[in-house]
């Protein structure tokens, strides 16, 4: 797992731009702390950060390759195939010699058998770009699920890339510009395909190879989520997920540094724990597991429409169970609040459009995991996959012609478009943006000749769920854990279970008229009872009230501040008001909205956007 960057630039010698190239890298440093390297020539400027993983002294970046003519090919590569034994072994029988154990020299090597059609035969989470001497071409490709992030920002004479925007706005040909676009897609909580906030920037899309040459910019989609028949009858179905899921964390147990799982006491990471424990206790090892909680939560625990229960008490009996070597990282309001924290997380987010303190516990978290392991796997995206959230069985959210999240988040999370100016409300006109982008969305669901009405709505909201929303998610945990030199591996966005899934009709996901059905079923024998009877409980929220106490006092100093320019945007009165609201009392929303503001005050300090609202 790494952190790459690179400038093209056809019309001029980069070598004379070293100090900046330099500069891109380092923005890197978090999430490759163990090496550097640049290589430039000509028009090309690669750098790379590098977290160790595999072949520790052998996988240094970025990695050449020579052609026959004496030109090279040169990857930076963030990211890991879990198939790069198989395609070592192919690869050498096609007279490939290698000089490392790495799998970014396969991905290298495998870019010199078969092109860019090289992302079609990776199994893993993967953001690459490769620098072609004899074609003068870069090519950036990322994994299927858009598991690692890729951002590309074209100029006048190439393209500035990265992992994350901070690397390509290290580079002064990088405008810090944001308009009504990105603003709404701060604020729409939709992840609209592509769109990078940064006004110029964009995301090589998940399953997207994106080429650039002297003529230009052309985009090539390699993998995208397609409907097809699904044949298997029940018992079938789930014996099939069960196979899928033990091979699929086989593969992503491999590792050289120490690995862990995270563990949340609901059914997706206590099933992908319990699988891990079983599959290394064969080898004589024992999983390290880690969980998030709150001082005083699990005992003083109110429940409320999203969360019935407190997870500490599932967790222990999964622990238990598995016979895993168990941690909680227990945390305090005082550090949820931390200002110094909250810049932290707004830095490897880059935008100030995270979750308050869920973000700031997730980062607290892996901080304190990342002393013990370098390799985390994480049940994330089973929710998604399998039909998970309450959106999912809500006959309101089901028949609404929007994003299903969206049909609960304002009773749930409190509507933080409240917090705006009434000029910028207008200007975003949120229902339309987000409306245009719903229409584009299912116009791309293929309908399955025969299928009823009610199993294509269903259809449309999994695809829904596995392009838009799970990209947030994802986005969110690879942020979260590489500014702290974190990898984490996701098994549940496995391609291979994704498609085999998504083509299971909805009354088999829920057959028994429960959330996630298949998997429950498929990983039954390795859960405790409790954890198999589980209601799905989102990630955990601090109920602390203090912790508001502290939202309010940063809102407070940030109002002393009455030239900030937050207040071009967020209403002044409307921040005076939850400010000054009796704490013990504070609505959801007010909380949500203190977050937001002090987010989006922060983000102001330290990018120094342009914002322009016409």
Not at 19 to 45: H, L
Not at 215 to 229: M, N
Not at 381 to 396: I, L, N, P
Not at 447 to 453: A, H, M
Request: net charge negative; charged share 30%.
């Amino acid at each position: 797992m790494c952190g790459i960057t690179g400038w093209i630039s056809f019309d001029r010698e980069l070598r004379s731009e070293q100090e900046t190239v330099d500069a891109m890298t380092e923005t890197m440093s978090c999430r490759g702390p163990d090496d550097r390297g640049t290589w430039v020539r000509g028009p090309a400027a690669l750098g790379h950060r590098r977290l160790a993983i595999i072949d520790l002294p052998g996988g240094r970046q970025p990695m050449t390759a020579e052609r026959a003519d004496g030109s090279e090919v040169v990857i930076v590569y963030s990211g890991e195939t879990y198939n790069f034994g198989e395609l070592r072994s192919e690869l050498v029988g096609k007279g490939h010699r290698f000089t490392t154990d790495s799998d970014t020299e396969v991905v290298l090597r495998g870019y010199l058998q078969w092109g860019e059609a090289v992302a079609e035969r990776l199994n893993g989470m993967f953001a690459f770009a490769v620098w072609d001497e004899q074609r003068r071409r870069l090519v950036m490709i990322r994994d299927r699920m858009g598991i690692k992030p890729f951002y590309y920002y074209p100029t006048a004479d190439g393209v500035l890339f990265g992992s994350e925007p901070k690397a390509i706005l290290a580079n002064p040909l990088a405008e810090r510009r944001v308009g009504l676009d990105g603003l709404r897609e701060l604020f729409a909580f939709v992840k609209t395909p592509g769109h990078a906030v940064w006004d110029g920037m964009h995301e090589v899309e998940p399953g997207t190879v994106v080429t650039v040459d002297a003529d230009g910019v052309r985009r090539h989609v390699y993998w995208s989520l397609r409907t097809r028949a699904h044949q298997d009858d029940r018992e079938t179905s789930i014996g099939h997920v069960r196979t899928l899921l033990d091979d699929i964390v086989r593969r992503q147990l491999v590792s050289d540094v120490p690995r862990c799982t995270l563990l949340s006491g609901g059914l997706d990471s206590s099933a992908m724990t319990a699988l891990a424990a079983r599959q290394l206790a064969e080898a004589g090892e024992t999983v390290r597991s880690f969980a998030v909680d709150f001082v005083g939560q699990t005992e003083n625990f109110i429940a409320d429409d999203l969360r019935a229960t407190p997870d500490t008490p599932f967790v222990h009996d999964v622990a238990r169970l598995a016979g895993t070597e168990h941690q909680d990282i227990v945390l305090d309001s005082a550090a949820l609040a931390d200002l110094d924290v909250r810049a932290k997380v707004l830095r490897a987010r880059d935008l100030p459009m995270g979750l308050g303190d869920m973000d700031a516990s997730l980062y607290l978290l892996f901080k304190a995991i990342r002393e013990h392991s370098t390799v985390a796997l994480s049940g994330e995206s089973a929710d998604e996959v399998f039909g998970g959230y309450k959106q999912f069985f809500d006959e309101e959210a089901r028949n609404a012609d929007t994003f299903p999240w969206l049909v609960r988040f304002t009773q749930h999370f409190g509507d933080d478009g409240n917090i705006l100016k009434a000029n910028v409300t207008g200007a975003l006109d949120l229902g339309t943006y987000i409306q245009d982008g719903y229409d584009r969305a299912v116009k791309d669901v293929e309908r399955l000749d025969g299928e009823s009405d009610f199993e294509f709505r269903m259809r449309k909201i999994c695809y829904l769920h596995l392009t838009r929303f799970v990209r947030i998610l994802l986005d969110r945990k690879d942020r979260a854990s590489m500014a702290v030199g974190l990898e984490v591996r996701v098994p549940f966005c496995d391609h291979r279970l994704v498609e085999y899934v998504y083509n299971a009709p909805w009354s088999l996901k829920s057959f028994d008229g429960r959330e996630k059905s298949l998997l429950r079923e498929a990983t039954a024998d390795v859960l405790p009872r409790s954890v198999y009877d589980r209601v799905k409980s989102p990630y955990p929220s601090t109920q602390d009230p203090q912790y508001a106490v502290a939202l309010q006092q940063h809102a407070k100093d940030l109002l002393a501040r009455p030239s900030h320019q937050v207040f071009d945007l967020v209403d002044r009165d409307w921040l005076k008001r939850a400010a000054e609201h009796e704490a013990p009392q504070i609505t959801q929303a007010s909380r949500r909205g203190l977050e937001r503001t002090l987010d989006l005050a922060l983000w102001l300090e330290m990018y120094s956007p342009t914002i322009t609202l016409s």
